[in-house]
């Protein structure tokens, strides 16, 4: 990087980072993205985790977002189906509700259309028993029926790192933990980035024509660094989700509901859990310092002892937790809720390209509009480059055929992972979690006989995955970011936690002292998981 001319130098690696960085390498340019934190660790992974078409942006007559992030469900889906998944979604109608029959009727109608769900997955109304049936833990007092529909569940901090994986497979140069100090100027046009590594302390500088600005969060922070923090800016609102485990909360359907102040929360079932969001307040703080309050967490636990008031369920049977921010753009005077999820460029007179709103289900789109501007620039400098061709590009782990050999591909790996010493029930997990990449922790297993480890066979092939391939550089960016273990299997975490501190130690050669910094480090978010900030 320190020695390289780019096209493109891309500050951020979430999802809006990762999607510009792989379709401007698709196009033929030369790109470069840094990440501040480890890739993901933003709001790219404390999301909701859904691709979803945003029902609710229908009743605020947000048509326009609605058809676009809907169309761009079924790519996301079919370029990565071992990170996406299709989800049945109940919506419970009550006759004090916020949905009436014939408004969610016609609301799922209009959504079916404008979104062009396939003829499998359109809605249905169902009747007050159907709606029983499907969720017997749902209040019944006022109970009319329901809509069904299918949303897309997704891991949304490794459907990021997928994209990142396929940018670096195609030619991008990128990098967690270096920090952008400056903006570097010529003739007034930003040709540059000044970056900071964050792991050595050592300064370097990044040439580039372009630079785009995709920090999420932190997008006001760069163009204060460019001096372009004009007119419009970044409202951030916070956003908690709270997990219990299937024994607390043994719920069966996936479902979308009322509040009583009126606002829509998801409870769904994941892989024996049940995880309930979202909140949505104004966050004034450091995003990267973003946490669950006691607040958060009581809101949340009476929204769903209002929902599902049969459930003896409290603050006391959660067991992990995460909170993020949406850096949306500021509009006077409305609620969190009310702001729109829409996106925004914004070019700088430096030339300093921003992108800022949006949402995880419409990153690919967004990427296209963003890279299509960069393109546009590079044609007055002289250079074409090709046209986006991401609408057809599996991500990393997604070439499989697409998403109808899924189950025929997961069955093949269930045998594979049995040449390496893997049980059928591993390499169907491993599969379903790595895709076409499965293969390549296969090999793993072969190794792990001659090491010496107290690790687990599966444990260390995704460890020794993670560290070679995926750029893992502290234990929570394994816990949390590569495995999603800290918020879905806390228990697991707890169990190898130690090991795997040690066996990181040994194969990134830490000192002593950097071992016990980076053991404190991530105890302290096993808490932040578990507690509130204001819990005692």
């Not at 890739?39 to 609710?56: C, E, N, P, Q, Y």
């Not at 999420?216 to 709270?242: A, F, M, Y």
Request: glycine share 8%.
């Amino acid at each position: 990087m320190k020695v390289n001319h780019y096209d493109l130098a891309v500050i951020g690696g979430g999802i809006t980072g990762a999607g510009i960085a792989l379709d401007a390498v698709l196009r033929g340019m030369k790109v470069a993205l840094v990440e501040m934190q480890d890739f993901a660790s933003g709001t790219s992974s404390r999301s909701t985790k859904l691709v979803h078409g945003g029902l609710r942006y229908l009743k605020q007559m947000q048509v326009g977002l609605v058809s676009e992030v809907g169309k761009e469900r079924a790519i996301v889906y079919e370029n990565g189906p071992h990170v996406t998944t299709p989800e049945w979604m109940l919506l419970p109608i009550y006759n004090d509700g916020t949905f009436g029959k014939m408004s969610t009727s016609l609301g799922l109608r209009v959504y079916d259309y404008l979104a062009r769900v396939k003829r499998s997955e359109r809605r249905k109304m169902l009747t007050r028993e159907e709606v029983i049936e499907k969720e017997p833990l749902l209040k019944k007092d006022g109970l009319l029926g329901g809509g069904y529909y299918v949303e897309y569940r997704t891991d949304d901090a490794r459907l990021t790192i997928e994209v990142l994986k396929k940018a670096f497979e195609k030619g991008a140069d990128l990098i967690n933990y270096v920090k952008v100090e400056e903006l570097t100027y010529e003739n007034n046009q930003v040709q540059g980035i000044l970056c900071k590594d964050r792991l050595t302390n050592d300064t370097f500088h990044i040439q580039a024509k372009i630079v785009v600005n995709a920090a999420g969060p932190w997008v006001d922070s760069i163009r204060e660094l460019d001096q372009s923090k004009k007119n419009k800016r970044l409202q951030l609102t916070k956003g908690v989700h709270i997990v219990f485990d299937q024994s607390k909360f043994p719920l069966k359907q996936a479902v979308y509901f009322d509040t009583p102040d009126g606002r829509m929360i998801f409870a769904i079932p994941r892989d024996g859990k049940t995880y309930v969001g979202t909140t949505d307040t104004f966050y004034e703080g450091d995003p990267a310092l973003t946490r669950v309050e006691l607040a958060d967490k009581q809101y949340l636990i009476r929204a769903i002892q209002f929902m599902f008031p049969h459930l003896a369920i409290g603050l006391e049977d959660i067991e992990s937790s995460w909170a993020g921010v949406r850096p949306l753009i500021y509009e006077e005077g409305k609620d969190p809720s009310e702001i729109s999820r829409k996106d925004e460029i914004w070019e700088s007179e430096s030339g300093l390209i921003s992108i800022a709103g949006g949402k995880l289900t419409g990153y690919r789109k967004m990427a296209e509009n963003v890279v299509n501007l960069v393109a546009k620039k590079h044609e007055q400098l002289g250079t074409t480059f090709g046209p986006c061709i991401t609408k057809q590009t599996p991500i990393s782990g997604g070439d499989i055929g697409g998403s109808n050999h899924f189950s025929s591909f997961i069955s093949e790996m269930g045998k594979e992972g049995q040449n390496y010493g893997f049980s059928k029930e591993e390499g169907e997990y491993l599969g379903k979690i790595y895709g076409s990449n499965a293969p390549v922790v296969f090999q793993y297993g072969m190794l792990y006989q001659s090491e010496e480890t107290d690790l687990s066979p599966v444990v260390y092939a995704r460890l020794m995955y993670a560290m070679e391939h995926e750029m893992i550089v502290h234990p929570s960016d394994f816990f949390i970011r590569r495995t999603g273990a800290l918020y879905f299997q806390i228990d697991w975490v707890r169990k190898w936690k130690d090991q795997v501190i040690q066996f990181m130690a040994k194969q990134f050669h830490w000192t002593d002292e950097q071992t016990e910094r980076y053991k404190k480090e991530f105890e302290e978010e096993l808490t932040y998981a578990v507690r509130a900030i204001d819990e005692n």
